[in-house]
T-cell receptor, first 117, second 111 residues
């Protein structure tokens, strides 16, 4: 099946710093990637949808200037949490759509746990 | 009312039992139905993918979709402790594939 990787898997940073999370599709080209965040014992919350070469579409309530998304290639999307604060601590998960696969759906990365001190 | 309803559980069953997990939905426009399994502190893993109504079987897993009742199910036969995880249903309306998620059901298989 389609494989999606994320890096880093775990990051701790000080309040006010910026953190970049990478999402890569390893064995397919992903025209569309998605970024989610998940709080403990809750379901996934879609933050934004990014299409290669164009600006990301953010969900209502998600600050686009705080969560910068870049989808510069068909295999790489990045999420940068700018000026992170403790309330940004969460589990961030990306997914990528494999339109050429047998099952045209989203495949998820392993997630990145962000802790802001 | 949420578009997709799923009982968060936890659901605890003995090893070897048949597990039934369910979701209901309100929007008849959903055409694609998926079940994902998520272990603690991991990303979701696609288990089953179904288009429109009907059944689909893959090993110990069977997915059912009843569009007339707006009800989907995932059955797990011969459940194992390794099946203990949170199971999320997800649905999509069209080829944009923005997924609408259920809350996830935490499943515990007791040895």
């Amino acid at each position: 099946g389609a494989v999606v990787s994320q890096h880093p898997s775990w990051v701790i940073c000080k309040s006010g710093t910026s953190v970049k999370i990478e999402c890569r599709s390893l064995d397919f080209q992903a025209t569309t990637m998605f970024w989610y965040r998940q709080f403990p014992k809750q379901s996934l919350m879609l933050m934004a949808t990014s299409n290669e070469g164009s600006k990301a579409t953010y969900e209502q309530g998600v600050e686009k200037d705080k969560f910068l998304i870049n989808h510069a290639s068909l295999t790489l999307s990045t999420l940068t949490v700018t000026s992170a604060h403790p309330e940004d601590s969460s589990f961030y998960i990306c997914s990528a759509r494999d339109p050429g696969g047998q099952e045209d759906t989203q495949y998820f990365g392993p997630g990145t746990r962000l802790t802001v001190l | 009312q949420k578009e997709v309803e799923q009982d968060p559980g936890p659901l605890s069953v003995p090893e070897g039992a048949i597990v039934s997990l369910n979701c209901t939905y309100s929007n008849s426009a959903f055409q694609y139905f998926m079940w994902y399994r998520q272990y603690s502190r991991k990303g979701p893993e696609l288990l089953m993918y179904t288009y429109s109504s009907g059944n689909k079987e893959d090993g110990r897993f069977t997915a059912q979709v009843d569009k007339s009742s707006k009800y989907i199910s995932l059955f797990i036969r011969d459940s194992q402790p390794s099946d203990s995880a949170t199971y999320l249903c997800a649905m999509a309306k069209d080829s944009n594939y923005q997924l609408i998620w259920g809350a996830g059901t935490k499943l515990i298989i007791k040895p």
